[in-house]
């Protein structure tokens, strides 16, 4: 099936690509007897789910817009 850029967002992109679906990843190797190390990830876990709603949300750009851009672009310059 062949898919105009129209109907390509960048989020249909970025998940064919990549093997994991979440943008920002939690490192599980922090020292978790450390005041730091063992608190970060709760804490930035509820960050990485807002940062990764934002991100797919600018992702619902498609590939169309993109190609307008660089041909616009292009023309300027």
Same mark, same amino acid.
């Given at each position: 099936m062949?898919?105009?850029p129209e109907e390509i967002s960048l989020t249909s992109?970025?998940?064919?690509v990549e093997k994991a679906s979440a943008i920002f990843h939690s490192d599980k190797n922090t020292a978790p007897n450390c005041l730091i190390g063992g608190n970060i990830q709760k804490v930035l876990d509820q960050t990485?789910?807002?940062?990764q709603q934002s991100? *797919?949300? *600018?992702?619902?750009?498609?590939?169309?817009?993109?190609?307008?851009?660089?041909?616009? *672009?292009s023309a300027n310059g």
């Open positions: 062949i898919m105009r992109i970025y998940k064919a990485y789910i807002y940062l991100v *797919e949300n *600018e992702m619902k750009t498609f590939l169309s817009d993109i190609i307008a851009g660089i041909l616009q *672009e």
